[in-house]
């Protein structure tokens, strides 16, 4: 399902419009993402709001359907075993993904590997500044944001001064985690977006009538646009 706070009347049109735009769109329904770690590779976990669980050794996620054009990223913990030398490109995570094509209203299946460098300590520094992926950490400030937002949303619902309190530290300590992030140094425009909803989040977070009469919906609003 899906979730959208409105805090007008005239907002409820657009709203609709853009939600069957998008089911118009649709073109992959039922995918099934199944991942498995290479030789020597461990899974952990898998950072994403869809539905997933763990089978031996892989991991399964079901993502409902797929809009044309629609790019969704996830997160994947991984541990990589040490190796004897540098290689070029190391496989990874194994990726298969079932799905029923829409227009023509057929199953069908599509694999693929990711792959990983690895170069000598000398060579990463040399050839790979900076060593933190900036696409890589935007997501994983994405992720956080909406993990703080939903913590904070359930701090607040227990109602009172104290609960408030504690729901703006969690929402502050997101704020100032994103803005030290190597991504929002580097003013991605991503970043800049979760900080401009993290301080909507605390201006709903005021007090008990700010929070009641708009606060609690926003956040959950946004849990979900950014989960």
């Known amino acids: 399902g899906m979730y959208e706070f409105f805090d007008s009347a005239d907002k409820i049109g657009p709203a609709f419009a853009d939600c069957l735009g998008g089911r118009m769109s649709v073109v992959a329904k039922d995918l099934r993402i199944t991942l498995s770690g290479a030789e020597g590779v461990r899974l952990h976990r898998v950072r994403t709001h869809y539905p997933s669980r763990r089978a031996g050794e892989e991991i399964e996620i079901d993502v409902p359907d797929l809009q044309s054009e629609e790019v969704k990223t996830m997160l994947v913990e991984v541990s990589v075993p040490k190796l004897p030398g540098p290689v070029a490109a190391q496989d990874l995570v194994h990726v298969h993904v079932t799905h029923r094509n829409v227009l023509a209203d057929s199953a069908q299946a599509v694999s ?102 708009g606060g609690t919906h926003t956040m959950s609003s946004m849990q979900m646009a950014h989960g």
């Open 112 to 213: 693929g590997v990711v792959r990983l460098a690895r170069p000598t300590a000398a060579d990463l520094k040399a050839k790979y500044p900076p060593s933190i992926d900036l696409r890589v950490d935007r997501e994983r400030n994405r992720l956080l944001v909406a993990e703080a937002i939903g913590l904070a949303n359930d701090q607040a619902s227990v109602g009172g001064a104290e609960a408030l309190r504690l729901a703006r530290a969690t929402i502050a300590a997101a704020e100032k985690a994103v803005r030290d992030s190597p991504s929002s140094v580097a003013a991605d425009p991503m970043c800049a977006l979760l900080l401009a909803d993290l301080e909507q989040c605390l201006r709903g977070l005021r007090d008990e009538m700010s929070y009641t009469s």
